[in-house]
């Protein structure tokens, strides 16, 4: 009997414990076997290598903000780690990388590391006798044949001031800072100190937009404008007014290009296309921003991912010099939330990219959120194109819907962390594209976790004011050890992440991703920036890759003549090109010339698509705009490998 009583006494704690494991067991993200995912990652080899980087600046820790931000100084500083890949110095590699650095909130041109590493010193970009001040940080760094010459220009976009484009200078030998000419984008009073527009951009998108077969920009602001680094100045910033439907944000922006010049004063004019937005998308807050023509109609699409809430996927309806967009959204179908539907979401839209993840011959769509367990659980968007061909998107689109559907716990892929910027790309040539994605927010010692889910659970008419928000200060941990992940398919449709097994699992905070072949192998590399720490390079040594089709897509215009022992030209890219490749089983592969999308990560503007056990020619189909903005189309039969063409009326191998 004492038995008996004794156990009735203790089945409270028993029961109790038996829930909280269940309850353990019920919300643990699911993962593979570890067996499974070894089997898997040995498809892959990544080795890290140390990006070099310009000494002689003061390091900092955290950024000086406003004053009523002080006491969440650690949030505010928490975006601002960027990289691309591209070929800036005209040897036809993809072995050059621009990264903005917070820890000296300079944009620095550097190397890849490995082979060829000594072509020049890494510098840091300067902005000439531009204006500036000290509440300026930069955000983001975007090339491109801005002013259509040939060669690689560099767009850069700030918190606390507009962009600045740093163009090509023809007559540069060597690559450094002075081989470049700052221009302003948006005309200011000048000055030794800037006292213009103050706009807090977080993301851009480069594309021709209105079809004139020039590059246009979008540019995604974040706070309202206003001094969120002037630390002498209180007052003129705000928070977002809600958490999952917030549209108090800074405004944002189309340009639309309208002339330039080459030579020793070289110069680039953009007209800025305000009202191409509803008003209730463009103060959202962005994070994040892909173009891309998803229906081969020659006019990209736009997704917009918003902090917040509300993305948007708008659908382009643009002429020659009139750039005009209507939004699209998801279906209302029974049973699938409202969070999970385009146009309609309440997540926090981090990080966009394409890819066609079935082979149909449409894009698919995947998109990062805020995913922790016992944090904000949400889901990352694993979009599949519902359509049944190009025509019936297109028709789809102009009626308002957006037919992609999310897959994502389906797929597996549903669940990553604090997530931002993502890449999709095909590492080991299989012609399975894998998901590159960075997570991590603030890394310090003190958990903040329970606070934020306090403020998640509060009244949105509180979450505006920064002074109500739970401290979020040098020390404080929200996220901070998250790692990279790699999603690999490890059969059609399901994914697995192998980022330990391939040691890309650092617990580091993570932005953005930049790929492209730095090393002409056909292996695509991957840059990482980091926030708060150093960016790292990963040399791709995939064991057993497959075959591969590289293209490098430039204009046919011939590029501006520097002077002898001037750096080459290595030609303007098609912005927009769209290839499709159908292999021998009938499978087909999609790509494009991506001037520059996602969160704070750009892609080099080759194309590159892996082909799996195919050698043998495949059927490639060409879809371009010249630079009068005529559409073209071409059929060609390539063998795998790198291939140069130029386009004009006719595609042209050199």
């Known amino acids: 009997m004492a038995v008996l009583s004794w156990l009735r006494r203790q089945l409270p704690g028993v029961v109790a414990l038996v829930a909280v494991v269940g309850m353990f067991f019920a919300v643990r993200l699911p993962d593979a076997p570890a067996a499974e995912k070894s089997e898997v990652a040995q498809r892959y080899r990544f080795t890290p290598m140390n990006i070099a980087l310009p000494g002689g600046f003061r390091q900092q820790t955290i950024r000086r903000v406003n004053k009523d931000y002080k006491n969440i100084d650690a949030w505010i500083s928490s975006v601002g780690a960027g990289i691309s890949m591209n070929d800036l110095d005209g040897d036809r590699l993809a072995n050059d990388l621009c990264v903005t650095d917070p820890r000296i909130d300079q944009v620095v041109v550097t190397p890849t590391p490995g082979a060829r590493a000594d072509r020049y010193r890494p510098f840091a970009l300067s902005p000439g006798s531009l204006p500036m001040n000290p509440a300026i940080a930069p955000m983001g760094c ?162 917009i991912a918003q902090d917040h809430g509300t993305d948007a996927m708008l659908y382009n309806i643009s002429r020659p010099g009139k750039i005009e967009f209507q939004s699209a959204q998801g279906d209302r179908s029974s049973g699938l939330p409202k969070s999970k539907r385009i146009g309609d979401d309440s997540f926090k839209g981090m990080g966009i990219d394409f890819a066609d993840f079935d082979h149909d011959g449409l894009y698919d769509m995947f998109v990062s959120n805020i995913t922790t367990t016992f944090g904000i659980q949400e889901s990352n968007l694993h979009f599949y194109n519902t359509a049944r061909n190009q025509a019936d998107l297109r028709a789809q689109l102009g009626d308002g819907k957006a037919p992609w559907k999310d897959r994502s716990t389906e797929t597996g892929t549903a669940w990553s962390g604090w997530s931002w910027d993502a890449k999709a790309a095909d590492f080991d040539n299989s012609g399975r594209p894998a998901i590159a994605q960075t997570t991590g927010f603030v890394k310090g010692e003190v958990n903040r976790w329970p606070q934020l889910q306090e403020l998640a659970a509060s009244n949105d008419l509180a979450v505006e004011h920064p002074e109500l928000w739970p401290n979020v200060r040098a020390g404080d941990d929200i996220a901070g050890s998250q790692r990279l992940h790699f999603w690999a398919e490890k059969s059609p449709g399901e994914y697995v992440n192998v980022a330990q097994e391939l040691g890309l699992g650092i617990p580091v905070p993570t932005r953005g991703i930049a790929t492209g072949d730095a090393d002409g192998d056909g292996r695509l590399e991957m840059a990482v920036a980091r926030q708060w720490d150093e960016p790292v390079f990963y040399h791709n040594d995939s064991p057993k890759p497959g075959a591969f089709l590289g293209l490098r897509l430039t204009h046919d215009t011939e590029p501006a003549k520097g002077a002898a022992g001037t750096l080459p030209a290595p030609g303007s890219p098609v912005v927009g090109a769209q290839v499709t490749v159908t292999t021998p089983d009938g499978r087909k592969h999609v790509a494009r010339v991506d001037g520059g999308s996602g969160h704070s990560g750009k892609r080099s503007t080759d194309v590159h698509l892996g082909l799996g056990g195919f050698s043998g020619p495949v059927q490639v189909n060409l879809c371009w705009r010249d630079r009068s903005g005529r559409m073209h189309k071409q059929d060609l039969q390539l063998t795998p490998g790198w291939h140069a063409l130029k386009l004009g009326s006719q595609a042209k191998e050199e």
Do not use: C
């Open 142 to 303: 975007s090339p491109g044949d801005f002013n259509e010459d040939g060669r690689m220009d560099l767009l850069i976009y700030y918190w606390g001031r507009t962009p600045i484009i740093q163009l090509a200078k023809p007559d540069a030998k060597q690559l450094t800072a002075a081989a470049y000419t700052p221009v302003e984008v948006v005309p200011n009073a000048g000055g030794s100190t800037y006292t213009g527009a103050e706009w807090n951009s977080n993301a851009v998108a480069v594309d021709d937009f209105d079809g004139d077969g020039h590059v246009d920009f979008y540019l995604g602001n974040y706070f309202p404008h206003g001094p969120v680094l002037d630390d002498r100045k209180s007052g003129g910033v705000a928070m977002n007014r809600s958490l999952s439907a917030a549209h108090n944000g800074g405004e944002d922006y189309f340009f639309r290009w309208t002339g330039a010049t080459s030579g020793d004063k070289p110069s680039v004019t953009f007209q800025r296309a305000d009202h191409a937005l509803p008003k209730k998308i463009s103060k959202g807050w962005v994070l994040a921003a892909g173009g891309n023509d998803v229906d081969g109609d020659g006019l990209p699409e736009l997704y």
